[in-house]
Protein backbone atom coordinates (compact mmCIF):
# COMPACT_ATOMS: atom_id res chain seq x y z
CA UNK A 1 0.00 0.00 0.00
CA UNK A 2 1.63 3.05 -1.08
CA UNK A 3 1.77 6.52 1.03
CA UNK A 4 0.14 9.12 -0.72
CA UNK A 5 -2.72 10.23 1.62
CA UNK A 6 -2.44 13.28 3.46
CA UNK A 7 -5.08 15.07 6.25
CA UNK A 8 -5.11 18.20 6.03
CA UNK A 9 -7.11 19.31 9.94
CA UNK A 10 -8.35 22.75 9.32
CA UNK A 11 -11.54 22.61 11.51
CA UNK A 12 -10.19 24.59 14.94
CA UNK A 13 -11.83 27.10 15.79
CA UNK A 14 -8.50 29.08 16.16
CA UNK A 15 -9.48 30.94 20.01
CA UNK A 16 -5.65 31.18 20.51
CA UNK A 17 -5.77 34.17 17.76
CA UNK A 18 -9.46 35.85 18.15
CA UNK A 19 -10.00 38.10 17.38
CA UNK A 20 -8.29 37.88 14.19
CA UNK A 21 -9.76 34.03 13.79
CA UNK A 22 -13.18 35.45 14.10
CA UNK A 23 -14.53 35.43 10.63
CA UNK A 24 -10.89 34.34 9.04
CA UNK A 25 -9.65 31.00 9.54
CA UNK A 26 -6.75 30.78 11.43
CA UNK A 27 -5.29 28.31 8.48
CA UNK A 28 -5.61 31.49 5.79
CA UNK A 29 -3.43 33.62 8.07
CA UNK A 30 -0.62 34.81 6.07
CA UNK A 31 3.25 34.45 6.82
CA UNK A 32 4.67 36.92 3.92
CA UNK A 33 2.56 36.54 1.54
CA UNK A 34 1.14 33.18 1.88
CA UNK A 35 -1.25 31.50 3.94
CA UNK A 36 -0.24 28.86 6.12
CA UNK A 37 -2.11 26.43 5.01
CA UNK A 38 -0.75 27.04 1.53
CA UNK A 39 2.60 26.09 3.34
CA UNK A 40 1.44 23.16 4.42
CA UNK A 41 -0.07 22.39 1.15
CA UNK A 42 3.26 22.81 -0.69
CA UNK A 43 5.40 21.15 1.74
CA UNK A 44 3.01 17.75 1.12
CA UNK A 45 3.59 18.62 -2.88
CA UNK A 46 7.36 18.34 -1.91
CA UNK A 47 7.24 15.09 -0.09
CA UNK A 48 5.60 13.39 -2.97
CA UNK A 49 1.75 13.05 -1.78
CA UNK A 50 -1.31 13.04 -4.10
CA UNK A 51 -4.41 12.66 -2.25
CA UNK A 52 -5.31 15.70 0.16
CA UNK A 53 -7.83 15.20 2.54
CA UNK A 54 -8.87 18.60 3.98
CA UNK A 55 -11.13 18.50 7.36
CA UNK A 56 -12.88 21.68 7.42
CA UNK A 57 -15.69 23.59 9.12
CA UNK A 58 -18.77 24.95 7.23
CA UNK A 59 -17.48 28.25 7.75
CA UNK A 60 -14.00 27.90 6.93
CA UNK A 61 -14.65 27.74 2.86
CA UNK A 62 -12.00 30.31 1.96
CA UNK A 63 -9.93 27.55 2.51
CA UNK A 64 -11.02 25.62 -0.34
CA UNK A 65 -11.40 28.27 -1.95
CA UNK A 66 -8.19 29.17 -2.44
CA UNK A 67 -7.26 26.23 -3.79
CA UNK A 68 -10.15 25.61 -6.08
CA UNK A 69 -10.69 29.18 -7.65
CA UNK A 70 -8.59 30.61 -10.16
CA UNK A 71 -7.87 34.19 -10.47
CA UNK A 72 -9.67 35.30 -14.05
CA UNK A 73 -8.14 38.18 -14.51
CA UNK A 74 -7.59 41.00 -18.02
CA UNK A 75 -3.87 40.00 -17.90
CA UNK A 76 -3.31 42.35 -20.98
CA UNK A 77 -3.01 45.43 -19.04
CA UNK A 78 -0.71 43.74 -16.03
CA UNK A 79 3.21 44.17 -15.77
CA UNK A 80 5.31 40.99 -16.39
CA UNK A 81 5.73 40.57 -12.45
CA UNK A 82 2.07 40.51 -11.84
CA UNK A 83 1.32 38.19 -14.60
CA UNK A 84 3.90 35.76 -13.07
CA UNK A 85 2.37 36.03 -9.39
CA UNK A 86 -1.17 35.48 -11.14
CA UNK A 87 0.39 32.84 -12.86
CA UNK A 88 1.78 31.18 -9.26
CA UNK A 89 -1.81 31.90 -7.82
CA UNK A 90 -3.24 30.30 -10.13
CA UNK A 91 -0.95 27.04 -10.33
CA UNK A 92 -0.86 25.67 -6.72
CA UNK A 93 -1.71 22.17 -7.32
CA UNK A 94 -0.32 20.36 -9.89
CA UNK A 95 -2.78 18.12 -12.11
CA UNK A 96 -1.63 14.84 -10.11
CA UNK A 97 -3.22 15.80 -6.59
CA UNK A 98 -6.77 15.31 -5.88
CA UNK A 99 -8.32 17.10 -2.87
CA UNK A 100 -11.27 15.97 -1.18
CA UNK A 101 -13.39 18.05 1.86
CA UNK A 102 -15.05 16.62 4.38
CA UNK A 103 -17.08 18.88 7.08
CA UNK A 104 -16.32 18.89 10.63
CA UNK A 105 -19.45 19.38 12.17
CA UNK A 106 -18.65 20.52 16.14
CA UNK A 107 -14.59 21.22 16.79
CA UNK A 108 -14.75 17.99 19.12
CA UNK A 109 -11.02 17.36 18.55
CA UNK A 110 -7.92 16.79 16.12
CA UNK A 111 -7.85 12.87 16.65
CA UNK A 112 -11.92 13.40 15.78
CA UNK A 113 -11.09 15.30 12.57
CA UNK A 114 -8.66 12.54 11.46
CA UNK A 115 -11.16 10.04 11.75
CA UNK A 116 -13.95 11.45 9.86
CA UNK A 117 -11.50 11.41 7.24
CA UNK A 118 -11.55 7.43 6.72
CA UNK A 119 -13.93 7.09 4.49
CA UNK A 120 -11.26 8.72 2.09
CA UNK A 121 -8.34 7.04 4.11
CA UNK A 122 -9.88 3.60 3.30
CA UNK A 123 -7.56 1.02 4.01
CA UNK A 124 -4.57 3.19 3.40
CA UNK A 125 -1.53 4.39 5.60
CA UNK A 126 -1.31 7.98 5.75
CA UNK A 127 0.16 11.88 6.58
CA UNK A 128 -1.23 14.00 8.66
CA UNK A 129 0.16 17.91 8.71
CA UNK A 130 -1.14 21.30 11.17
CA UNK A 131 -0.80 23.90 9.28
CA UNK A 132 0.08 26.29 12.30
CA UNK A 133 2.97 24.29 12.78
CA UNK A 134 5.01 26.03 10.60
CA UNK A 135 8.76 24.52 9.92
CA UNK A 136 11.09 26.47 8.28
CA UNK A 137 13.92 23.86 6.58
CA UNK A 138 16.14 22.88 3.62
CA UNK A 139 14.62 19.61 3.16
CA UNK A 140 10.73 19.97 4.15
CA UNK A 141 9.89 17.71 7.36
CA UNK A 142 6.98 15.59 5.66
CA UNK A 143 9.61 14.58 2.77
CA UNK A 144 12.26 14.01 5.69
CA UNK A 145 9.91 11.50 7.52
CA UNK A 146 9.08 9.78 4.00
CA UNK A 147 12.42 8.98 3.71
CA UNK A 148 12.52 7.61 7.33
CA UNK A 149 9.55 5.32 6.54
CA UNK A 150 9.80 2.05 6.19
CA UNK A 151 6.43 0.03 6.54
CA UNK A 152 3.30 -0.01 6.54
CA UNK A 153 2.60 -1.01 10.12
CA UNK A 154 4.86 1.08 12.01
CA UNK A 155 4.22 5.22 12.70
CA UNK A 156 6.28 8.24 13.16
CA UNK A 157 5.96 11.19 14.95
CA UNK A 158 7.63 14.31 14.21
CA UNK A 159 9.14 15.85 17.59
CA UNK A 160 11.17 18.74 18.92
CA UNK A 161 13.00 19.31 22.12
CA UNK A 162 11.52 21.73 24.36
CA UNK A 163 11.61 23.65 27.27
CA UNK A 164 10.11 21.09 30.39
CA UNK A 165 7.91 24.00 31.49
CA UNK A 166 6.18 24.47 28.76
CA UNK A 167 5.00 21.12 28.51
CA UNK A 168 1.71 21.84 29.03
CA UNK A 169 0.95 23.04 25.23
CA UNK A 170 2.41 19.66 23.88
CA UNK A 171 1.75 16.03 23.15
CA UNK A 172 5.32 15.18 25.05
CA UNK A 173 6.78 11.35 24.60
CA UNK A 174 9.71 9.24 26.08
CA UNK A 175 11.47 6.39 24.65
CA UNK A 176 11.93 2.93 25.34
CA UNK A 177 15.69 2.69 26.63
CA UNK A 178 16.32 -0.62 24.76
CA UNK A 179 15.78 1.45 21.40
CA UNK A 180 17.45 4.63 21.51
CA UNK A 181 18.75 4.70 18.66
CA UNK A 182 15.38 4.18 16.25
CA UNK A 183 13.59 6.73 19.23
CA UNK A 184 10.80 3.88 19.46
CA UNK A 185 8.16 5.52 21.93
CA UNK A 186 7.18 3.40 24.90
CA UNK A 187 4.55 6.66 26.36
CA UNK A 188 2.73 9.54 24.99
CA UNK A 189 0.52 12.02 27.21
CA UNK A 190 -0.68 14.76 26.37
CA UNK A 191 -0.35 18.36 27.78
CA UNK A 192 1.31 16.97 31.10
CA UNK A 193 2.60 19.31 33.77
CA UNK A 194 6.38 19.89 33.78
CA UNK A 195 6.93 17.50 36.85
CA UNK A 196 4.86 14.52 35.01
CA UNK A 197 6.29 15.22 31.64
CA UNK A 198 8.32 11.93 30.75
CA UNK A 199 11.05 13.65 28.29
CA UNK A 200 11.35 16.97 27.12
CA UNK A 201 10.73 15.62 23.62
CA UNK A 202 7.52 17.45 22.29
CA UNK A 203 5.43 16.40 19.34
CA UNK A 204 4.49 18.86 16.31
CA UNK A 205 2.43 18.88 14.11
CA UNK A 206 3.93 16.62 11.08
CA UNK A 207 2.58 12.56 11.27
CA UNK A 208 3.06 9.34 9.39
CA UNK A 209 0.36 6.46 10.19
CA UNK A 210 -0.27 2.78 9.78
CA UNK A 211 -3.86 2.81 9.32
CA UNK A 212 -4.04 0.87 12.05
CA UNK A 213 -4.16 4.35 14.31
CA UNK A 214 -8.21 5.03 12.76
CA UNK A 215 -9.34 1.58 14.68
CA UNK A 216 -7.67 3.17 18.20
CA UNK A 217 -9.61 6.56 17.28
CA UNK A 218 -12.84 4.98 16.89
CA UNK A 219 -11.97 3.38 20.83
CA UNK A 220 -10.70 6.75 21.93
CA UNK A 221 -13.48 8.43 24.47
CA UNK A 222 -13.69 12.22 24.98
CA UNK A 223 -10.14 13.34 26.94
CA UNK A 224 -8.32 16.24 27.63
CA UNK A 225 -10.36 19.44 26.89
CA UNK A 226 -13.32 17.20 25.88
CA UNK A 227 -12.22 16.40 22.51
CA UNK A 228 -11.11 13.04 21.36
CA UNK A 229 -7.50 13.24 21.22
CA UNK A 230 -5.43 11.89 19.05
CA UNK A 231 -2.23 11.48 21.49
CA UNK A 232 -4.68 9.35 23.71
CA UNK A 233 -5.19 6.77 20.40
CA UNK A 234 -1.09 6.81 19.58
CA UNK A 235 -0.86 5.50 23.41
CA UNK A 236 -3.45 3.01 22.75
CA UNK A 237 -1.41 2.11 19.99
CA UNK A 238 1.95 2.00 21.12
CA UNK A 239 1.80 -1.81 22.33
CA UNK A 240 0.92 -3.24 19.17
CA UNK A 241 1.99 -1.40 16.52
CA UNK A 242 5.57 0.56 16.47
CA UNK A 243 5.63 4.30 16.80
CA UNK A 244 9.20 6.18 15.98
CA UNK A 245 9.57 9.54 16.81
CA UNK A 246 11.88 11.77 14.70
CA UNK A 247 13.89 14.82 15.29
CA UNK A 248 12.95 17.08 12.51
CA UNK A 249 15.99 19.66 11.06
CA UNK A 250 14.49 22.75 11.01
CA UNK A 251 12.72 25.58 12.87
CA UNK A 252 9.62 25.45 14.22
CA UNK A 253 7.05 28.40 14.60
CA UNK A 254 3.74 28.02 16.27
CA UNK A 255 1.47 30.14 14.28
CA UNK A 256 -1.76 29.60 15.86
CA UNK A 257 0.17 31.54 18.67
CA UNK A 258 0.07 35.39 18.36
CA UNK A 259 3.79 35.70 19.08
CA UNK A 260 4.43 32.86 17.34
CA UNK A 261 3.31 34.07 14.60
CA UNK A 262 4.55 37.35 14.39
CA UNK A 263 8.17 35.72 15.18
CA UNK A 264 7.34 33.96 11.84
CA UNK A 265 6.65 36.95 9.94
CA UNK A 266 9.61 38.58 10.71
CA UNK A 267 11.82 35.42 10.19
CA UNK A 268 10.56 34.93 6.47
CA UNK A 269 10.92 38.12 6.07
CA UNK A 270 13.68 38.83 6.71
CA UNK A 271 15.05 36.09 4.37
CA UNK A 272 12.76 37.89 1.60
CA UNK A 273 15.01 39.04 -1.50
CA UNK A 274 12.66 41.99 -2.20
CA UNK A 275 12.83 43.23 1.14
CA UNK A 276 15.09 41.26 3.90
CA UNK A 277 17.78 44.15 3.52
CA UNK A 278 15.02 46.90 3.88
CA UNK A 279 13.19 45.08 6.79
CA UNK A 280 16.94 44.54 8.56
CA UNK A 281 17.47 47.90 8.52
CA UNK A 282 14.57 49.27 9.24
CA UNK A 283 14.88 46.68 12.37
CA UNK A 284 18.49 48.25 13.67
CA UNK A 285 16.77 51.65 13.53
CA UNK A 286 13.93 50.30 15.84
CA UNK A 287 16.26 48.76 18.11
CA UNK A 288 18.69 51.30 18.74
CA UNK A 289 16.23 53.63 19.75
P1 LIG B 1 -5.15 23.35 17.53
O1 LIG B 1 -5.54 22.95 18.89
O2 LIG B 1 -3.85 24.01 17.32
O3 LIG B 1 -6.22 24.27 16.82
O4 LIG B 1 -5.31 22.09 16.60
P2 LIG B 1 -7.43 25.07 17.40
O5 LIG B 1 -8.32 24.19 18.21
O6 LIG B 1 -8.03 25.74 16.22
O7 LIG B 1 -6.65 26.12 18.29
P3 LIG B 1 -7.07 27.06 19.48
O8 LIG B 1 -6.45 26.43 20.69
O9 LIG B 1 -8.59 27.16 19.53
O10 LIG B 1 -6.42 28.37 19.16
C1 LIG B 1 -4.37 21.69 15.65
C2 LIG B 1 -5.00 21.57 14.27
O11 LIG B 1 -6.11 20.69 14.31
C3 LIG B 1 -7.25 21.28 13.75
C4 LIG B 1 -7.00 22.80 13.83
O12 LIG B 1 -7.69 23.46 12.78
C5 LIG B 1 -5.50 22.89 13.72
O13 LIG B 1 -5.08 22.98 12.37
N1 LIG B 1 -8.44 20.85 14.49
C6 LIG B 1 -8.47 20.95 15.85
C7 LIG B 1 -9.52 20.37 13.80
O14 LIG B 1 -9.52 20.27 12.54
N2 LIG B 1 -10.64 19.99 14.50
C8 LIG B 1 -10.69 20.07 15.84
O15 LIG B 1 -11.75 19.70 16.42
C9 LIG B 1 -9.59 20.57 16.53
Do not use: W
Not at 70 to 78: G, K
Not at 189 to 216: A, H, M, Q, T
Amino acid sequence: MKLNKIVFPVAGLGSRFLPATKATPKEMLPILDKPLIQYAVEEAIDAGFTEFIFVNAKSKISIKEHFDNNLNLDISNLTKEKKELLNQTNQILPNNVSCSYIIQDEPLGLGHAILLAKSVIKQDPFAVILADDLIDSQKGVLKQMVEEYKDNSSSIVSVQKIDKSNSIHYGMVSIREDNLKSMQLNNIIEKPLPEDSPSNLGVVGRYIFCNKILDFLEDTSFGTGNEIQLTDAIKSMLSSYPVFAYEFEGVRYDCGDKLGFIKANIEYALKSSIFGDELKEYLKTRLIR
